[in-house]
């Protein structure tokens, strides 16, 4: 749409796509709409949108990935995490990113849900300020969260992670705290104003996840989970989508569209590493998917050098590269006693050595015009 259509011109396009018996999916941009086209069968012919008030040009989008390309949406998306209400970072006066557009989402009451505090700030994914998650592996006790919270928010960041429920290799391993976790993560948040980001291992555990969450993570081993993206996608929340760890570019951005495509437009995505011959990392942390990424998708990307590296010692060099690459932010494994910790311990950072890792970062956005919530002393 041009940037001067008003609210009917976009209604207005929608209803004719609707009318047609195909789904409209219009996405608010800071500049202009965009409103991508599903369910038809063939080729639309441009001119019958073309004519109406308001739309500035009707693409034919080549790619198997229609919503989730930048042929249906050039500009840069940006993901409002947290309520709608408050100033989150890049809001008007602030000096990050450009206000974030309002996203039409289905209704539900705010309040009364588990854990929910309106008064928060929100958080903009993909403005200026690098979005930076971090957290343990897992939530093992309200202790060992609050701690790691109290650590990870002096440093600068703006997200808590931390897993509830786990997607094990070994079904002897630790599986999470379930609920107990859910309960600990909302404490977090009442207690610090961190946002929350915790996965979602299916369908039916989404139902609970939702009510807590500020963040949606599907992980690798879920990226083709179709009924689960499925269900995501019909979520108010934004979802943190992780790469398959045997993941092609087309595959990763086919299983955005999958959520894209039930109407939930706030998808991020990550790179955490995948599989290959190399054995001195877990993974291997594949950073030329950022510039892939940002060339074919208006999606915001994050990188998680913890899964990606496996290693602590490996998590800040490639924390600088992430974000010198043009990464939207960083997904860290930090933990108050990684030597205790129940899982991925190895990887995960000591406080002390996520707060060099933010001094380093904060160095390296200044030089690519962007910012972090670091504290330079
Ligand atoms: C995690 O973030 O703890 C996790 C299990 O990640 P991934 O799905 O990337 O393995
Ligand atoms: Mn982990």
């Known amino acids: 749409m041009r940037p001067q259509a008003g609210v009917e011109d976009v209604q207005r396009v929608c209803a004719k796509i609707e009318a047609l018996g195909f789904r409209a999916h219009p996405m608010p941009g800071a500049q202009r709409t965009a409103i991508g086209v599903t369910g038809n069968p063939g080729p639309i012919e441009p001119a019958e949108f073309e004519s109406l008030p308001g739309v500035a040009e009707a693409i034919r989008v080549s790619k198997p990935y229609k919503l989730v390309s930048r042929e249906v949406k050039s500009e840069d998306s940006l993901i409002r995490v947290g309520p709608p209400q408050g100033s989150p970072n890049g809001g008007p006066g602030s000096a990050g990113a450009s206000p974030a557009p309002t996203i039409p989402r289905p209704d539900q009451p705010e309040s009364g849900r588990a854990g929910a505090t309106p008064a928060l ?169 950022i510039p892939a990424v940002k060339r074919l998708s208006h999606l915001p990307i994050l990188v998680d050098p913890s899964h990606g590296t496996g290693k602590r010692d490996k998590v800040i060099p490639l924390s600088r590269a992430a974000v010198a690459v043009g990464a939207d932010g960083l997904i860290v494994e930090v933990h108050p006693h990684p030597d205790r910790a129940l899982s991925d311990g190895y990887q995960s950072l000591h406080p002390e050595q996520f707060e060099a890792l933010m001094g380093e970062i904060t160095a390296i956005a200044r030089v690519i015009g962007r910012t972090t919530a670091h504290a330079v002393a």
């Open 121 to 289: 700030p929100g958080f903009i994914v993909g403005g200026r300020e690098l979005a930076i998650i971090a957290g343990p592996c897992a939530i093992e006790s309200r202790e060992q969260a609050l701690e790691a919270a109290e650590r990870v928010k002096k440093a600068g960041a703006r997200l808590f992670r931390g897993g509830a429920f786990k997607p094990r290799t070994s079904p002897y391993s630790f599986q999470g705290l379930g609920k107990e976790g859910l309960e600990i993560l909302a404490e977090v948040r009442r207690a610090t104003g961190l946002l929350i980001v915790t996965e979602t291992i299916d369908p039916e555990n989404c139902d609970l996840v939702e009510e807590y969450a500020d963040v949606l993570q599907v992980g690798a081993r879920n990226m083709q989970n179709f009924s689960l993206l499925k269900r995501v996608g019909r979520s108010r929340k934004p979802v943190l989508l992780k790469r398959g760890m045997s993941a092609t570019l087309e595959e990763f951005l086919m299983a955005a569209e999958y959520v894209l495509a039930e109407g939930n437009y706030n998808v991020i995505l990550c790179e955490r590493g995948v599989r290959t011959f190399a054995d001195h990392t877990r993974n291997t942390l594949d950073l030329s998917v």
